[in-house]
């Protein structure tokens, strides 16, 4: 958790640029949300994607996302969304559900700090 933190912390102190999928706010209120009150979950939502560039959901990365060989369609839409943004890391958690990642490296946290960002 500390090494997502530090990576939320450098995009926000402008150190690297950080894109999320607008598919990632919902999902970080609903699970805010669980263990906050709905209003103090919207400003920790709110204040974890501060500084981040937010990836439009559009009709080509679902429609990449649903013939993808990816298994779980919601990591589908994080690949296709990253694809979209030019990114060159998603820096996950759930790595194993990545491999078909092609020209995007799939780095936890801690893989991504150890590359000296």
């Known amino acids: 958790m500390e090494s997502s933190l530090r990576v939320i912390e450098m995009v926000r102190k402008g150190n690297i640029s ?5 598919l990632s706010v919902p999902i970080l209120w609903f699970l805010t949300e669980k263990t906050l009150p709905e209003s103090e979950a919207k400003e920790v939502t709110k204040s974890i994607i ?19 060989e990816i298994g779980d369609f919601e990591d589908a839409i994080q690949l296709y969304s990253a694809i979209k943004g030019n990114c060159k890391y998603l820096i996950t958690r759930n790595k194993k559900d990545f491999i078909t990642a092609g020209k995007i490296s799939i780095l936890t946290p801690e893989e991504f700090l150890s590359l000296g960002n």
């Open 50 to 68: 501060k500084g981040f560039s937010i990836i439009t959901l559009n009709p080509e990365i679902l429609n990449k996302s649903f013939k993808s």
């Open 18 to 22: 950080g894109h999320i999928s607008s």
